[in-house]
């Protein structure tokens, strides 16, 4: 049977070349995973009509989810957290609520994902690394501050034109960048920005967690379809329970 642990659905930006790269990775032995593609028009990736990209993947989430669906995975993921930094709290949770009940499948967000991992490891203020622009990410710092969690340092990667053309080294400086003493753990958002080959050599250098949206996801995912199997050589959150 494919999937004998678990089946895993991840709902896809179009043009992003760095989701399923990571979840093959890191996926455990007897977990199938399934992609779908979200809609949207315009360049993928591109720092320019990033917003208007964001609210097209909503206006036309519900035939891509139905799709993906149908090979009955445990959960699905929507592997964009900017679209939860745009729909806010009370958007996101209403968006989830009516993708359940139309599949009657668990679904979840790359962000909430990212707020449940953060409340396991006991995180209340970290530092924030976006590729975005400023403005997507204010709305992220804003959407982590409604969750209840201090942001004591962010920004974003300069001179990006296009997240699908950043590199994991990129990854490494920003999170170099924005860490900061009082900072708990740092979280580096977006999906397409590559992350997970150097989440463990962050947390050897900073001494402390560092999360990203793609660790996170693969690791509320697992736990929420009842795989807990530690992940071992991509930082602490893969390894905790």
């Known amino acids: 049977m494919i999937g004998w642990r678990a089946r895993l659905g991840f709902l896809v930006p179009p043009g992003n070349p760095t989701v399923e790269t990571e979840m093959i ?15 949207a028009r315009g360049t993928g990736g591109s720092l320019d009509g990033q917003t208007e990209r964001n609210r097209m993947m909503v206006d036309n989430i519900d035939g891509s989810i139905e799709l993906l669906a ?8 929507v ?19 009516r993708l359940e009940r139309s599949t009657g499948r668990r679904v979840v967000t790359a962000f909430g994902s990212v707020v449940r991992a953060l409340e396991r490891l006991g995180i209340r203020n970290l530092a924030l690394g976006t590729p975005y622009s400023a403005e997507v990410t204010l709305q992220g ?21 296009n997240i699908y053309d950043t590199t994991a080294e990129d990854a490494y400086r920003l999170a170099r960048s924005v860490d900061a003493e009082e900072a708990e753990a740092v979280f580096l958002s977006g999906t397409g920005m590559p992350t997970i080959t150097v989440l463990e050599t962050l947390e050897q250098d900073l001494g402390k967690p560092v999360i990203s949206s793609a660790c996170a996801m693969m ?22 329970s």
Not at 70 to 77: G, L, S, T
Not at 86 to 95: S, T, V
């Open 141 to 161: 710092k804003s959407q982590l501050e409604a969750h209840g969690l201090k942001v004591v340092k962010f920004d974003n990667l300069k001179g990006v034109k």
């Open 25 to 39: 990775a890191l996926a455990p032995q007897g977990v199938a995973l399934h992609f779908h593609r979200l809609t």
């Open 70 to 77: 149908m090979v009955e995975p445990d959960v699905i993921v």
């Open 219 to 240: 690791w509320h995912a697992l736990r929420a379809a009842g795989v807990g199997q530690p992940i071992a050589g991509y930082g602490r959150l893969l390894m905790t």
């Open 79 to 97: 592997a964009h957290t900017a679209t939860s930094y745009q729909l806010g709290r009370r958007g996101e949770a209403e968006l989830l609520a």
